[in-house]
């Protein structure tokens, strides 16, 4: 799929009035339709805060740490499917925002990220708060732009919020030294598309559609595996009717929860490292695969050669990079989910596969998820199971990483899309609580809840200031066993239970979160659990951190061992 | 790993700056060892091509390309694996020659079709433009007169023919 070189066919549309880069850029935004953006100022973004001052409608977030600003521009992005944004100064406040672009990178989302930069005569010189910012982030940007002329600013915004939100949506970052944003001009923005020779596949073609389409109406045991794509491209609608024509089950990856109804009975929860053991052997049964907007990850896969070991694939992507990249495609279809899956939704025939459901359901009945409550200690699955059973898996859950995500990946079944924000690709501690900000931010009216460990959560923590400043409904429900506890696990399972810098003596949260200003509760037996949680969901009036001591001895079961299959998947009996 | 070999993929790219770093990089990152890498400009002033020849296994040279295709900058990589191309490769080499060895070395130049571009009384630069074996030839062939230096520009390459490469 070679790109045709064609002449730019963009024109620029010109406006009269004067402005200064800063002023071009806030009016950029506004043109990008950005209400929020999460940030911190300095030296170098002097300028950029200044026109922001006189902007009401674009309203500044401050965090108190860079790495929160990019974190809150993904949840934000992921819990509304827009843009999200984030800003820093130049040096160290740009070089803060690597963790989180490189979170987004690795979980396809759009953000833009707008750094200060030194002023252009002394970039090179080493100068005061001087970092190659574009260097630096190159390998973990979509794409990046150092702005050298003050009437580079709009058309460079303008690029960077195309290639964030088209294609496969991924960060980008424009760098802007002082100067140019002191700098007046008459800002002239891009009239069409800003990218022109940028143009992603949509469409799939009719012929590996049609192939597709008699693939699976010929398959005896066939899977979707779903992924994250489902949710990028809104596609849900699309999957949920190709699988309610076909009947044919379908099994979502971490960052594909929620691409559909997880307590509709085709749907078999997560597959993968910490997946359903009845999800995993489907796929390790299944004679055809259905994969979509997923990308055969290693957590997902195990040992490659030794995943899905009787299937032939159809995968469909709209990164051409991504299929065949793992494993072979049978049938490689280039496209948009919504759209591709639109179409096969439409020519699907429902093959016949009574016999694999009634295998399933064998599976399904035999190994739920399960664990056990020891005397007097509160388990973490069981906190995760009330959560789900008292938002009813309509709430946004934003995780942290660890034990405490593969638990709530297991027991929150959201009921559609854009309801289970955590770090996938990265599996970046830290991230939970602000991506769960960015999240409320963009959703106000929706219940948005953090669940985080007591190890993650010390990452970023400090930003609870941000929340009680904005006065945040927003429970933040800490799984509190003591470590880190997904490192403990490895230990005890592959490092004869040494345990080598895992165990945490911890603050006292509870009194942490009064000292911020917050609501703080400790909880430190079984019955206290549901009150609690059920305290932290009903306040309307900032955030509620609730610390919730729970077993430190618990593992997360079942469990695929790092680079080996299902024949060895560990199964709590 | 699977083992690896030689593929040359050839690359249009925005003249812009930076380019060729985010190339370079994107090449090292994906952990493919990179042979040569010429870059020049083409009958479009706009557009660079860079001919780049690295080692990867042969299943994973259009994964490669695909990932070059995702640089914004990038317009066009084709893997030319196995298609009929003309290669060629430039090479200066700055040899000991002294007025006794002096024919003996232009004997080898001449059949190399290399032009001699210095002369001192204690060295000899040759030019010499082939693919990149009949550069390796000349150059195991001059050894033993003890070679000083040499600049090779890496291969460049065309598909044969009316396609575009």
Redesign the interface.
């Known amino acids: ?3 045709q ?1 064609e002449p730019p066919s963009t024109k620029r549309a010109s406006r009269a009035k004067t402005m200064t880069g800063a002023q071009v850029l806030v009016e950029a935004l506004r043109r990008e339709g950005v209400e929020v953006l999460f940030g911190h100022p300095g030296g170098a973004s002097l300028p950029i805060y200044d026109a922001l001052y006189d902007a009401r409608d674009v309203r500044h977030i401050l965090v108190r740490h860079e790495q929160v600003a990019a974190h809150a521009a993904v949840g934000f992005a992921r819990a509304s499917g827009k843009v999200g944004v984030c800003t820093a100064t130049s040096g160290p406040g740009a070089t803060n925002l690597v963790t989180g672009i490189t979170d987004a990178m690795m979980d396809s989302v759009p953000v833009v990220a707008i750094t200060g930069q030194v002023p252009r005569p002394v970039i090179g010189n080493d100068a005061f708060q001087e970092a190659d910012v ?2 630096v982030t ?2 973990i940007t ?2 990046n732009h150092l702005v050298m002329d003050v009437g580079d600013v709009a058309p460079s915004v303008q690029r960077a919020f195309y ?1 964030a939100r088209t294609g496969r949506p991924g960060p980008v970052l424009v760098d802007i030294p002082r100067d140019v944003s002191q700098e007046s001009c008459t800002p002239e923005f891009l009239e069409g598309v800003p ?1 022109p ?2 143009h992603p596949a949509l469409d799939g073609t009719p012929k590996q559609i049609t192939a597709a389409v008699e693939m699976l109406a010929a398959a005896e045991r066939p899977v979707i595996y779903a992924g994250g794509g489902i949710i990028s491209a809104e596609a849900s609608v699309e999957l949920t009717a190709l699988a309610e024509r076909t009947r044919i089950p379908v099994t979502l990856t971490l960052m594909g929860k929620g691409a559909m109804d997880e307590t509709d009975p085709l749907c078999l929860g997560m597959l993968g490292m910490h997946g359903s053991v009845f999800a995993n052997y489907a796929v390790n049964e299944a004679d055809v695969i259905l994969a979509v907007g997923a990308r055969f990850d290693d957590r997902v896969t195990g040992r490659l050669r030794d995943f899905a070991p009787k299937a032939r694939f159809i995968h469909i992507d709209i ?3 991504e299929i ?2 793992n494993k072979p495609a049978h049938v490689p279809i280039v496209g948009d989910a919504k759209r591709v899956l639109g179409a096969l939704a439409a020519q699907a025939r429902a093959p016949k596969i009574d016999g694999w459901w009634a295998q399933i359901e064998e599976w399904r009945q035999r190994y739920p998820f399960r664990y056990r409550q020891r005397d007097g200690a509160i388990s973490a699955q069981y906190v995760c199971e009330q959560i789900n059973r008292l938002t009813g898996g309509s709430a946004i859950v934003a995780t942290d990483v660890g034990q405490h995500q593969m638990w709530m990946a297991q027991w929150y079944r959201p009921r559609g899309p854009r309801s289970f924000i955590s770090s996938g690709g990265l599996g970046t501690m830290g991230f939970g609580f602000p991506a769960a900000m960015g999240a409320k931010f963009a959703c106000p009216d929706r219940q948005v809840i953090a669940v985080v460990g007591d190890g993650g959560f010390q990452m970023t923590m400090q930003d609870l200031i941000t929340a009680v400043v904005h006065r945040m409904a927003l429970p933040i429900i800490i799984l509190n066993n003591g470590a880190l506890g997904m490192v403990r696990q490895w230990q005890t399972f592959f490092y004869h239970d040494r345990r080598s810098a895992s165990i945490l003596r911890n603050p006292d949260f509870a009194r942490i979160a009064e000292a911020f200003g917050a609501r703080g509760i400790r909880v430190e037996r079984p019955e206290q659990v549901d009150a609690a949680l059920t305290m932290a969901l009903a306040v309307e009036d900032g955030p509620v951190v609730v610390d919730i001591l729970c077993d430190p001895e618990e593992n997360c079961l079942p469990m695929i061992p790092s680079g080996q299959s299902v024949a060895e998947m560990i199964i709590d009996e | 790993m699977s083992e690896t070999h030689t593929a040359t993929i050839s690359v249009l790219v925005e003249n812009s700056p930076g380019v060729l770093v985010r190339v370079a990089g994107l090449i090292r990152r994906r952990g493919v060892n990179i042979h040569s890498l010429s870059v020049g400009p083409t009958e479009n002033p706009a557009v660079s091509r860079m001919t780049i020849v690295v080692d990867t296994p042969p299943d994973r040279t259009e994964q490669f390309a695909k990932q070059l295709r995702k640089l914004v900058e990038v317009r066009r990589a084709t893997s030319i694996d196995g298609a009929a191309t003309v290669d060629r490769e430039l090479a200066l080499i700055k040899v000991n020659a002294t007025p006794g060895t002096r024919m003996e070395i232009m004997e080898i130049a001449n059949v190399f079709r290399a032009n001699v571009v210095d002369l001192t009384d204690r060295t000899m630069t040759l030019e010499v433009t082939g693919k990149g074996e009949k550069v390796d030839a000349i150059l195991s062939l001059l050894s033993k007169h003890g070679i000083r230096e040499v600049a090779r520009t890496g291969q460049v390459t065309l598909v044969r023919g009316p396609q575009a490469t």
Do not use: F, N, Q, S
């Open positions: 799929m070679a790109r070189i574009t260097g190159m390998p979509k794409w290639l990218v020779e940028y990164d051409p990079a065949g990249k």
